[in-house]
């Protein structure tokens, strides 16, 4: 049974930068935690319970120093963060600087030295927070951009841990990392983990060259050699969802009707389009509604019979480049629907809300095509969500070659995100393609969605990082440490 004790010692953790919950604040002052569902707790809780394991994060705002509890089953261990923090660590380096950098420079990173300041000061903390709560031993996975720095900060603390990291970004090509002045310190940053993960094969090649060229260690295919005789190890895990789970939710007989209900308050479409994408610059969002508008305008489709469904979540609108794409497409889906669109027939139907897995699912169930068109990104799980669902194996997939999804899921109408007409003729493609056509692919595509789930990834993971060879000084006891 689980208790309501947080764990004092862990024997895995999970260290991310934010918390499978958000912190709300209710009326009369009491404080209440939402588990806000993601795919990481989804795939994780299991093992973490197996496990006795607890997950750090930030809370999403700035309360201070706030005690461990436990949720769910789960400890978890807030990390506070200041305001100040969160402009320069957060929304500076991490989302300013990294996230354009790793994604291909579609937007100009910034260069701050007070931001890189702020990055490193949190790291630490995020390391010593994990130093003490991993019990002797503990295997501890660091996820994702915000924390490349944790690894070697945790190694120094606690050498007896063995420590796994996992990027969800892309990993960009050596030529652009060089551009960070603080190359090198992410470098060995990383490499205090015993395994570095990636989702894209490429990812891990890019990331053993820089080493090899930046910081001089020796080299083997996935294999790095440090002086010290340990070996980090780095590999593609392409992350996956709950792929049962969702189409078990898509079976259902209220996410059927909802998806009729969705079809029928659109006027019952001959053809429904359907985007859904956190609104940011790397999604290609803007390109993606041109074509569409070209074809409308070409008279390729009337919106008499198609309409687009964009749901586009608004996300970190503090930073000035996000809401100026945030008015950018606002603008140009006004223009699109000003002049291609009919009274009750809007040519792109455009939504900021935030919908609940029942809704998704009906709105994946609802689409006959899913265009997915991003710049960059490190895998896109809407992608895989929109297949899991399908399961009257019918359906189709436009997706971007730039998407780590794009390596498994091979069927798909795939786009170069920069080709207009290129996308434009794979829409009308997917869109005209036979039932038959539709069907080969789509049964391919749900076939490597249900074999390689969350659960399949994680467990992958983590078997790969407890088979990595032990630190040399594994056994220092904590008694030697203190
Ligand atoms: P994201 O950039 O956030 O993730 P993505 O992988 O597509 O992109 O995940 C988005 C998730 O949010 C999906 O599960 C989707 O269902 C959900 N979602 C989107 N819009 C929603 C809405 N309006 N309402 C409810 N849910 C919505 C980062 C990387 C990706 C990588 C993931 C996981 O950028 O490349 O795939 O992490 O590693």
């Known amino acids: 049974m689980a208790t309501d004790t947080p764990k004092q010692s862990a024997d895995l953790v999970v260290v991310a930068n934010r918390l499978p919950v958000d912190r709300t604040v209710n009326p009369d002052g009491s404080v209440e935690w939402r588990r806000s569902p993601g795919g990481l707790v989804t795939a994780i809780q299991p093992v973490m319970r197996d496990n006795d394991g607890a997950w750090l994060g930030w809370s999403g705002g700035t309360e201070g120093e706030t005690e461990p509890f436990v949720d769910d089953g789960l400890t978890l261990v807030p990390v506070p963060l200041s305001e100040q923090e969160i402009a320069e660590f957060y929304e500076g380096f991490s989302n300013s600087t990294l996230w354009p950098l790793y994604h291909d420079v579609v937007a100009k990173p910034e260069f701050h030295r007070e931001w890189f ?112 005789g340990r070996r980090v190890e780095a590999g593609a895990f392409p992350i996956s ?54 074809l409308l305008n070409d008279g390729a489709l009337d919106v008499e019979d198609a309409v ?50 029942e809704e998704m699912a009906a709105l994946y169930q609802a689409a006959d095509v899913m265009v997915i068109t991003p710049l960059r990104d490190g895998m896109n799980l809407v992608a895989k969500e929109y297949v899991a669902c399908r399961f009257q194996d019918d359906g189709a997939l436009v997706l971007s070659e730039f998407a780590g999804a794009a390596d498994e899921l091979r069927q798909a109408y795939l786009v170069n995100p920069y080709d207009i007409n290129g996308m434009k003729g794979a829409i009308l493609e997917a869109l005209t393609a036979s039932p038959k056509e539709k069907g080969r692919r789509m049964r391919a595509m749900r076939k490597s969605v249900a074999e390689n789930d969350v659960k399949a990834w994680a467990s992958e993971y983590l078997r790969v990082l407890s088979e990595t060879e032990p630190m040399h000084d594994k056994h220092v006891r904590s008694s030697e440490r203190r």
């Open 117 to 228: 300041d702020s990055y490193e000061t949190v790291n630490q903390r995020f390391a010593q927070k994990a130093a003490e709560v991993a019990a002797e031993g503990a295997m501890v996975w660091v996820h994702d951009y915000q924390l490349q720095l944790v690894p070697a900060m945790l190694r120094a603390l606690r050498p007896d841990l063995r420590i796994g990291f996992f990027l969800h970004i892309p990993f960009p090509p050596t030529e652009l990392f060089q551009q960070l002045p603080w190359r090198r310190r992410l470098l060995e940053g990383l490499l205090g983990a015993d395994l570095v993960g990636f989702q894209r094969p490429g990812a891990a090649a890019n990331f053993v060259r820089l080493v090899r060229q930046r910081v001089g260690h020796k080299t083997h295919r996935d294999t790095v050699y440090l002086p010290d």
């Open 241 to 294: 969802i709950d792929s049962h789970g969702l189409e078990e939710l898509a079976r259902s007989e209220s996410v059927q009707s909802r998806a009729k209900e969705i079809r029928g308050q659109l006027g019952n479409p001959r053809w429904l389009l359907l985007g859904v994408d956190r609104l940011d610059y790397t999604k290609g969002i803007y390109a993606r509604l041109r074509a569409y508008s070209e």
């Open 308 to 357: 687009f469904v964009q749901v586009a979540t608004p996300s970190r609108e503090r930073v000035e480049q996000y809401r100026r794409l945030r008015d950018d497409i606002d603008r140009l889906v006004g223009r699109i629907n000003g002049d291609l669109g009919r009274i009750g027939r809007p040519a792109i139907s455009y939504l900021h809300t935030s919908y609940p897995r």
